[in-house]
């Protein structure tokens, strides 16, 4: 990964392409289901983001989303998710020896309909990581790292449990996961591996809240 392989421009295209679906999105009619409307923001977001990284940013090669690396991007994301599988389960079961219920941890909320329970694991397994992981990952990352990776690290990472932390106390999930998906970019060149590690993550997640 290059250092200065973001640019100044492409970043501020991105984060101005976002402020402003998020802005629709807020101001939106009620009457439009809210995880439909969040689907389509999202999927709107990643396609314009796509795009200026293919106008400005040097294309999504640049990014490692280029078709040669999708098949070998999938199966080490693949492994990421069960290496990071493997810890979590060794977590748990300490938690659980010390009385700490880790499931309270992560559980989320789910709707009750089978229709809104299955746009919820569309959206929210697998259409939202892959735009977060674009933006956060792919674009705010990879700006930062001309500083050097420790500061795009705690940067990007910050920045991801900001937003999905306001106003639900302290975002320990979204921390631990911010800083897997950053160092699995690093290390492996590659976004399609922390999208692969936030889309099995998401889903082990929204499946435990399911079944708990």
Not at 167 to 192: R, W
Request: glycine share 12%; charged share 10%.
């Amino acid at each position: 990964m290059e250092a200065n392989q973001i640019q100044v421009r492409t970043l501020a295209l991105a984060v101005a392409t976002v402020v402003c679906v998020e802005a629709g999105l807020a101001f939106s009619s009620a009457a439009f289901n809210p995880m439909l409307k969040l689907g389509v923001a999202r999927l709107l977001e990643l396609g314009l983001m796509v795009w200026i990284i293919s106008v400005q940013g040097g294309g999504i090669a640049s990014i490692g989303l280029d078709n040669v690396q999708w098949l070998s991007g999938l199966k080490r994301g693949i492994a990421w998710s069960l290496g990071f599988g493997v810890l979590s389960g060794v977590l748990f079961a300490v938690l659980v020896t010390v009385h700490i219920n880790p499931v309270a941890m992560i559980r989320s909320s789910l709707p009750k309909s089978s229709g809104e329970l299955f746009l919820f694991f569309l959206v929210g397994g697998i259409v939202a990581p892959m735009t977060e992981e674009l933006f956060f990952r792919g674009i705010l990352y990879g700006f930062l790292r001309r500083w050097g990776i420790i500061v795009a690290l705690v940067l990007s990472t910050s920045a991801f449990a900001l937003i999905h932390g306001l106003g639900h106390g302290f975002p320990v999930t979204q921390v631990v996961g911010g800083l897997l998906f950053a160092s699995a970019y690093e290390i492996e060149k590659t976004l399609l591996v922390p999208i692969t590690i936030h889309c099995l993550g998401n889903l082990a997640i929204f499946s435990v809240s399911l079944t708990c």
